[in-house]
Structures are given as structure tokens and as C-alpha cells.
């Protein structure tokens, strides 16, 4: 499985590559800096010309040169790309930031824990591709990191 991780925060990114491989759904983990660098990845521009398809993209909101809200728009507006899932991954619990986001067609809102280890059980529940602990605006939280999915 190829991830795509757009996350401007070196220590996010080292957590999120940590979860990822122990909860067993790490394979080929590609991390950009930001949203511009993101839509380079892409479309395989520069430096990312042999970049391959990502089969999930895990987006953080707020990034520098191209905030994720407009990734994120960017994505879902090319045929292209739309039908690759974006996770936004990120620390804003706004409930403004989650309507936005899922308007703009996201598939799955986590928020960012703190705890290395309940990120850790998040992935392992989730297994990325079925998504099934992500947070929904106005829902209830089955444990503390996210809310169910729809």
C-alpha cells in the first residue's frame, strides 16, 4: 500500500510513521512538507516525477505555501485524483473544520492524540482502508481520539 503523508510537523510525522507500523498498516510511507510539495507529489512534478499513486492520503489541515482545506478541494476536484481517500489527520477538534472538510468530500477526520500508544490502537482498529474510527461532526466518541464513523 502506498501512503502519502502531508504533514508539516517532524514529530507528527515520526509518530504517525510509528503508528503506522505497529498497528501492521505501514508499507510505503512517502511524507511531503506541504500542500504545495503535496499536489507536486501528485501530479508527479519536480522532484516527485516517479512518485506512484498513493492508495491513501493522510492530510493534516494546517500546512504551509497550501493550506490542506485547498489540497484538499484540489483533490477531490480531479478526476484524477478524487477517488484516492483522504484522511485528515490533524489536531483541530472545530467542529467549523470538520463540516468544512467533509463538505469538500473527505473520507475519514481523525484528530492528532498525544499518546503514541492510542494512536497505535486507532490505526490497528482502523486498518486505513476501512476507516471505521474517524470523528463526525455532532457524534459520540467511542474512545477518546475519535468519533465513529458515519
Not at 500500500?1 to 502531508?6: C, H, K, N, W
Not at 507528527?12 to 510513521?17: F, H, I, Y
Not at 477538534?93 to 475519514?108: I, M, P, Q, R, S
Request: glycine content about 4%; hydrophobic content about 35%; some cysteine.
Amino acid at each position: 500500500m502506498e501512503i502519502l503523508l502531508v504533514e508539516d510537523n517532524l514529530g507528527d510525522a515520526r509518530l504517525t510513521r510509528e503508528a503506522l507500523k505497529e498497528g501492521k498498516v505501514y508499507n510505503n510511507l512517502h511524507w511531503v512538507k506541504d500542500g504545495v510539495e503535496a499536489l507536486d507529489f501528485l501530479y508527479r512534478r519536480g522532484a516527485h516525477k516517479d512518485a506512484p499513486k498513493p492508495d491513501i492520503i493522510l492530510l493534516d489541515l494546517n500546512l504551509p505555501k497550501k493550506d490542506g482545506r485547498e489540497v484538499l478541494q484540489e483533490i477531490k476536484a480531479d478526476e484524477r485524483l478524487m477517488r484516492i481517500p483522504v484522511v485528515i489527520l490533524t489536531t483541530s477538534k472545530a467542529e467549523e473544520d470538520v463540516l468544512k472538510t467533509y463538505t469538500l468530500h473527505a473520507n475519514c477526520y481523525v484528530t492528532k492524540p498525544v499518546d503514541l500508544e492510542q494512536f497505535i490502537r486507532w490505526c490497528s482498529r482502523s486498518t486505513i482502508s476501512g476507516l471505521p474510527s474517524s470523528r463526525c461532526p455532532t457524534g459520540n466518541s467511542p474512545w477518546p481520539i475519535a468519533r465513529s464513523y458515519c
